[in-house]
């Protein structure tokens, strides 16, 4: 089985590549990709697969191949990032500002490919095989949590999916159980204080001052009052004022950052925390806040017992020593959503050249892969899926 799915992957691999580069040519933002699920219908249609479009808000599709009561649901995501790529490649974005720089275009065309290999495996396939081509990963609510209300879980045993990872080089595939990534919750923050002269403090409430108070004692919230066995993580990425210059002291300012964990108690009660501190705080300078906590994703849980069996297909597909056992990342994925609905297993794709290029990382305007990362992608992703109902019961 092993070599006839890499013999497949390699008859694909053009086919798989075209697709990428045509995907990352043509990028679309977070439920907006509409040429891009254009192109997806054409190309399984192409295949010759049913499918079920206008999901996930619009853009999400999913297509089946195969027969049987159990059905085993494979996951790609479609979306690209607001930024703007700088190397000028032949397959560089034409939609200025807008680039697949986190590699959902890898992710869309190596599922693509394994629709194109299940394809030939048809006859032989006693279980049913969902494909998931899903908007919305970068942005909240998340595509994964839309496609879920629209049903595309249903009747699901399993699902797995595959992510890009550019600290591992091609043919090393990264893996972990149970909790792999983490819960990502956005704080909005806004401190209304007096604004007026900087030569006279007395007569003013400085958002300025509180602003920073604030922001180093909500360090205290992660030392001082999480489990350290849970990590935790609370960072405030953005500062800015309304109003305010050299000698100005704003009336107001705002902040914005995260706060990220595994637990799912410590998360509400740490949303408890801040905005408790928040108003403490800056009611004893005399000034007022706004706290403003969104939910995002949860963390993501990759079933261990779902976990094993795919770690040894991975081996058995790639070797044991290309097989690495990654740490937990801080990082949020919403392919969390899934799995906390059914047994899910998460993994990642290494994508960086063995001569030591291609390793900028994901989110980056230098972002890209060793397109022989494709046919590895494709070929390992059917692989599992064709192995995985002898495993499992």
Not at 159 to 164: D, E, R, S
Not at 251 to 266: H, I, K, N, Q, S
Not at 357 to 367: I, L, Q
């Amino acid at each position: 089985m092993k070599e006839e799915i890499k013999k497949l992957a390699k008859k694909y691999y053009t086919q798989i590549k075209d697709h990428r580069e045509h995907l990352h040519m043509h990028p679309e933002l977070s439920f907006e990709e509409h040429e891009t699920s254009k192109y997806i219908r054409q190309a399984l249609e192409d295949i010759g697969l049913s499918l079920t479009d206008n999901l996930g808000g619009g853009t999400g599709i999913i297509a089946e191949i195969g027969s049987g009561d159990r059905i085993i649901a494979l996951r790609a995501d479609i979306d690209a990032l607001p930024i703007t790529e700088s190397d000028d490649r032949t397959y560089r974005s034409t939609n200025e500002g807008v680039m697949h720089a986190c590699g959902h275009d890898v992710h869309t065309s190596c599922l693509l490919g394994v629709a194109s290999i299940l394809k030939e495996k048809e006859h032989e396939l006693n279980v049913r095989y969902r494909l998931i081509f899903q908007p919305g990963e970068e942005k909240l609510p998340g595509g994964a949590s839309l496609m879920i209300k629209d049903g595309v879980l249903k009747d699901v045993s399993m699902i797995i999916g595959q992510h890009v990872h550019p600290d591992l080089t091609v043919g090393q595939i990264g893996f972990g159980s149970g909790f792999f990534m983490a819960s990502c919750d956005e704080l909005y923050l806004t401190i209304k204080g007096k604004g007026g002269h900087a030569a006279m403090p007395e007569k003013v409430i400085d958002p300025i001052l509180i602003s920073a108070e604030l922001i180093q004692s909500l360090q205290s919230i992660i030392s001082r009052r999480s489990n350290p066995n849970t990590p935790s993580v609370l960072s405030i990425g953005k500062i800015n004022s309304q109003g305010g210059a050299t000698n100005v002291i704003p009336e107001a300012v705002m902040l914005e950052g995260t706060f990220r964990t595994y637990d799912e108690e410590w998360r509400k009660e740490a949303h408890e925390l801040i905005k408790t501190m928040a108003e403490s705080i800056c009611s004893a300078h005399g000034a007022t806040v706004e706290v403003n906590i969104v939910r995002g994703y949860p963390a993501l849980y990759n079933n261990p017992n779902l976990t094993t069996k795919v770690q040894s297909g991975i081996s058995e597909y790639v070797g044991d020593e290309e097989t690495i056992e990654l740490a937990p990342r801080m990082t949020a994925e919403d392919f969390s959503y899934y799995s906390h609905e059914v047994p899910a297993c998460f993994y990642r794709l290494g994508t960086a050249s063995v001569d030591g290029s291609n390793r900028s990382a994901v989110h980056t305007p230098t972002f890209d892969i060793d397109h022989s990362a494709l046919e590895i992608g494709a070929g390992l992703m059917a692989y599992l899926a064709l192995e995985l109902p002898k495993t499992l019961v």
